[in-house]
């Protein structure tokens, strides 16, 4: 199964790599590719670049590690894990991190979790200036604080990464570098939404959190 965001289309040799990689798979996968900006005047932002193939470890943040807008995960994987979690995702009261979510999943599952530098597509976002990139980062943020609520002490391990964010906001505050550079994002609106994300997150579901399943 494929995902390709409707701003997004294919490298004409995606479709040939793809089955390359199909091939030399395991059954049960997740795995994603390059993205790259399809408008050079769009800021560089949502875009995922490299430039040869990284398996996930366990001590990277799944968020950003597969882009939902190239995302490939085999039949067999999604019956076992399920699909998207319908109350993350853009539209949702949660946001965003629905493929991040997808990701813990298949982690918790130990599938085979992979990204590929020659599937590509090329990213139409549209997105030209700082403050919408602001508004978009913030949506991110706000839903990986609503993932570290629906897992919470059961994966621990996910807890840390907004210890990290709180750490780099502090660091950034004596003189450190920014969460992004490029685009002027800071530290400290991630850390706010992560805690907005969560708290709005329990408020919702309290107790009644779906969390992952026994593998």
Not at 60 to 65: I, K, L, S
Not at 90 to 118: H, K, P, Q, W, Y
Request: neutral net charge; charged residues 20%; glycine residues 8%.
């Amino acid at each position: 199964m494929v995902f390709i965001d409707d701003d997004c289309t294919m490298a004409r040799d995606y479709i040939t790599n793809l089955w390359g990689h199909v091939a030399e798979w395991p059954d049960q996968f997740l795995c994603g590719g390059r993205v790259e900006l399809g408008d050079p005047a769009d800021l560089p932002f949502t875009i995922r670049l490299l430039d040869a193939r990284e398996q996930y470890e366990k001590g990277r943040h799944p968020g950003g590690f597969i882009h939902g807008c190239n995302m490939v995960i085999s039949r067999s994987a999604i019956d076992r894990i399920g699909a998207f979690d319908t109350r993350f995702g853009a539209g949702t009261s949660m946001r965003a991190a629905e493929d991040t979510d997808l990701i813990v999943r298949a982690v918790l599952a130990n599938f085979f979790v992979e990204c590929v530098a020659d599937m590509c597509v090329l990213h139409y976002h549209g997105r030209t200036s700082i403050s919408s990139v602001k508004r978009l980062n913030n949506n991110y943020s706000y839903g990986n604080g609503a993932l570290y609520a629906k897992y919470g002490l059961s994966q621990i391990w996910l807890m840390k990464f907004f210890y990290w964010t709180c750490r780099s906001a502090i660091r950034e505050s004596f003189g450190g570098p920014q969460l992004n550079m490029e685009v002027n994002l800071s530290y400290w609106p991630a850390v706010f939404a992560n805690i907005r994300g969560a708290l709005a997150f329990w408020a919702r579901y309290g107790r009644q959190k779906h969390q992952a399943r026994s593998y």
